[in-house]
């Protein structure tokens, strides 16, 4: 079984959708995948703070299953666990929203793997997941590459968080997640959850930049992470073009190498939201 983490609020199923097509499009899989999908309501923060809806995950769900009934989704509504562990920390308030939070409560989650790959929701496979997940981390907490600007603004080492491969046993005895959480209740950080867990490490495996390309895409990338980027003309500025967005990714990027994923996503949105229609028509 292949694990897989995802962690966010109603507004990451683009994310959750396009990236899990590329994995599926893009790998030649011996084993099933296990989508574990942390979410949470925390409303009265924002009203937008609602969770994954039980519609997102069924459809999800028969996505996935359309491509092997082996594969499987759990949500895991960790509520209950942010109220008491993370609630009022210095860092809810985090750059992104408290969801980023959330992939440190995983060692209080029961059932959890072993080892998990943690990822974020705006990323796609490039290539075969298996190149990352069959990463040996035995003898570390977890695997991540560097953060493309982190790199050079911070310090050479400085990882992005955006693909963490975990080792859940080396993690809970160490008490990496606990130290991390501690962390956020101190003080506030730049990155938050990213930054309190980089404090928190005792040992880690140093990825090679194609598992976490946050800026370009080459032929032997594995992960293409659609994070906030730096762009040079016609004058410096950032912008944060997710994957979903397919005409941005076609007029932007030049991308065309994802058009087999992103318009069967195109496909599989429209037909999703048509559905709901229909259910809150017949209500």
């Keep these: 079984m292949i694990n897989l ?13 396009t990236g899990a097509l590329s994995i599926l499009k ?13 979410t949470m309501d925390v409303s009265y923060l924002k009203e937008t703070y609602t969770p994954v809806t039980p519609e997102q995950i069924r459809f999800f769900e028969d996505v996935i299953h359309s491509y092997s009934p082996e594969h499987r989704v759990v949500p895991v509504d960790v509520t209950e666990l942010y ?14 929203s408290p969801y980023t939070l959330i992939r440190l409560l995983a060692d209080l989650v029961e059932g959890m793997p072993d080892k998990l790959l943690y990822l974020d929701c705006d990323l796609l496979f490039n290539r075969d ?31 992005n968080a955006g693909v963490l491969l975990f080792n ?18 101190k003080k506030k950080l730049t990155f938050a959850d990213q930054s309190a867990l980089i404090r928190s490490t005792t040992v880690r495996k140093m990825l090679p930049q194609k ?25 410096p500025h950032t912008e944060n073009i997710k994957q979903w967005k397919v005409s941005l990714v076609h007029k932007k990027f030049h991308y065309y190498v994802f058009d087999d994923i992103l318009y069967e996503y195109l496909y599989l949105i429209e037909k999703f939201r048509r559905e709901c229609r229909s259910g809150s028509e017949t209500e």
């Design 5 to 17: 983490l995802y962690c966010g609020n109603y507004g990451v199923f683009d994310g959750m959708l």
């Design 26 to 38: 893009r790998s030649r899989l011996k084993e099933p995948l296990c989508f574990y999908v942390f």
């Design 83 to 96: 109220k008491k562990h993370l609630s009022g920390c210095a860092n809810e308030g985090a750059y992104c």
């Design 129 to 159: 997941i298996q190149e990352l997940y069959s990463i040996d981390v035995s003898g570390v907490e977890y695997a991540a590459a560097r953060d493309h600007y982190g790199k050079y603004l911070i310090y050479p080492n400085y990882i």
């Design 168 to 185: 859940m046993k080396k993690m809970k005895e160490t008490g990496i997640f606990e130290k991390a959480r501690g962390w956020l209740h």
């Design 211 to 235: 598992f976490n390309d946050q800026k370009f895409l080459h032929r032997h990338t594995v992960v293409r992470h659609f994070s906030k980027r730096l762009f040079w003309l016609p004058y």
